[in-house]
């Protein structure tokens, strides 16, 4: 038996009241005291400023200040476990499949520490990261660095399952589609690239911007996408379709979505919260926080199971209440805020018996498990001229119908005779010079990188701009 005591609680404005003009003042009068509890402002000018990440339940916290300050925090009770400085730039910080383990990217390379504190590995194969992302059902950990090379590598085993120029440039535009774990990239160009570790080259490749794309994040559905842009825009995609639903004006250098949806958008001190009011993909203003003077948004990160937005800025981090952002029933077998040592060792072993292997990552999963039809085998050349001397029999001894007043006469039968035998033919004559064109285009692509030294090689099917 499924039992769902509780109920998202939204604000709901009466008469003319609207609820984006509410502050964060009259929400805490309001409220119980242990809600209370998660409106509050750390002031940590001197390491900023902050990224941070939350654990799938919500319970813990990962901080990277930028001038190498980490911390994990105990976010039931508010208690510092364990912060350290590692004494150099701190561009991003991702827990791994549970709190024990961390991963952040540092100046040179990238580190996975644990939640003590110790340095456990030096990921030295992923460069100078800008972002990093996790994939927890396949436990791989992927990362973009200054050189626009994406990069997974699989976290169990230590394998470099995927290496990849993006060709686009560097980008710190980084997101994992939750639906199917997809990782797309923002590039400078406008363009929203999606990748998977088994190909070489993108998936999809969406124009979204005119000018750089500055945030992007996924709906817990996995079927919206929310991106922004220098244009001073942010839109939304319906990824269905790959049609944008909606166009809103505003510039956002942070998105994240929550997971009942609202959209919340970061731009200097200033943030704003979206929410899809009627169900209708028509998303509107629901609430705004100003941050005070002088503190510049970095990273919005909504708390998993609670109404709480988290915000790390230049001068630390905040928290702030956001009535109707998180899922108020929480499943322990997906995750649990209360487990124990115990349950969390069981739940470890139990998700590296389901990890699930790189090539199960495509844009539509449900196609995993589904009946592949079998591709008609290439004939022989042998095997085709046999077919077309079949076809042109068959047109041969195929009986004309008899008709009257001369039209059956014989000039007038053999040109529909002959009509009929080139039609036969046709196709196996198409499909000979496809072929052939397709082979002298793979000869011509071989050849013109034989003469150049390996370096310049990948630039010979390049042709030169005129």
């Given amino acids: 038996m499924w039992i769902m005591p509780s109920e998202t609680g939204f604000m709901e404005p009466e008469g003319i009241e609207k609820t984006d003009t509410i502050k964060q003042e009259a929400i805490a009068r309001e409220v119980d005291i242990s809600?209370?509890?998660?409106?509050?402002?750390i002031t940590l000018p001197e390491f900023g400023p902050y990224t941070l990440d939350f654990t799938s339940s919500g319970r813990y916290m990962a901080l990277g200040g930028r001038k190498g300050h980490l911390a994990i925090v105990d976010m039931m009770n508010l208690s510092l476990i364990r912060d350290f400085q590692v004494r150099e730039t701190v561009r991003d910080v991702v827990f791994l499949h549970n709190e024990l383990f961390f991963a952040a990217a540092q100046k040179k390379y990238s580190y996975i520490y644990s939640r003590e504190g110790t340095e456990l590995h030096c990921l030295k194969e992923h460069g100078s990261v800008l972002r990093l992302q996790f994939l927890k059902n396949h436990f791989l950990l992927a990362s973009t660095n200054n050189y626009g090379m994406l990069l997974y590598q699989d976290v169990t085993m230590g394998a470099i399952v995927g290496k990849y120029r993006t060709g686009l440039g560097r980008t710190n535009v980084m997101q994992v589609n939750p639906y199917n774990a997809v990782v797309s990239l923002g590039h400078s160009a406008g363009t929203v690239t999606m990748w998977k570790p088994t190909s070489s080259s993108h998936l999809v490749k969406m124009l979204c911007h005119q000018g750089p794309v500055t945030a992007l994040a996924f709906h817990s559905n996995g079927h919206i996408m929310a991106t922004a842009g220098v244009d001073k825009k942010i839109k939304l995609w319906d990824l269905r379709k790959y049609e944008a639903f909606q166009t809103l004006p505003g510039y956002a250098n942070t998105l994240e979505f929550s997971q009942k949806g609202l959209l919340a958008c970061g731009t200097n001190s200033?943030?704003?919260?979206?929410?899809?009011?009627?169900?209708?993909?028509?998303?509107?203003r629901y609430m705004t926080h100003s941050m005070a003077k002088g503190y510049q948004i970095g990273k919005l990160a909504f708390r998993p199971y609670e109404d709480v937005l988290c915000i790390g800025h230049s001068m630390g981090y905040s928290s702030i209440l956001i009535p109707g952002a998180g899922e108020p029933n929480f499943d322990s077998w997906v995750a649990n805020p209360f487990e124990t040592p115990k349950q969390r060792s069981q739940?470890?072993?139990?998700?590296?018996?389901?990890?699930?292997?790189?090539?199960?990552?495509?844009?539509?999963p449900s196609k995993i498990g589904t009946v592949k039809h079998t591709t008609k085998?290439?004939?022989t050349k042998k095997e085709r001229e046999e077919e077309m001397e079949a076809a042109i029999e068959a047109v041969k001894s195929k009986k004309l119908k008899k008709k009257t007043k001369g039209r059956s006469k014989a000039g007038k039968i053999m040109p529909k005779k002959q009509d009929a035998i080139a039609n036969a033919k046709r196709p196996f004559l198409e499909q000979k010079i496809a072929e052939e064109k397709n082979e002298s285009r793979k000869k011509q692509k071989t050849n013109e990188g034989v003469d150049l030294p390996k370096s310049l090689q990948r630039f010979a099917h390049k042709k030169p701009s005129s």
């Fill in 35 to 41: 809600s209370i509890r998660n409106q509050y402002d």
């Fill in 270 to 284: 200033y943030l704003q919260v979206l929410r899809d009011v009627s169900g209708t993909q028509n998303y509107s």
């Fill in 347 to 364: 739940k470890e072993i139990k998700a590296l018996l389901d990890k699930l292997p790189p090539e199960t990552i495509m844009l539509d």
């Fill in 377 to 379: 085998e290439k004939l």
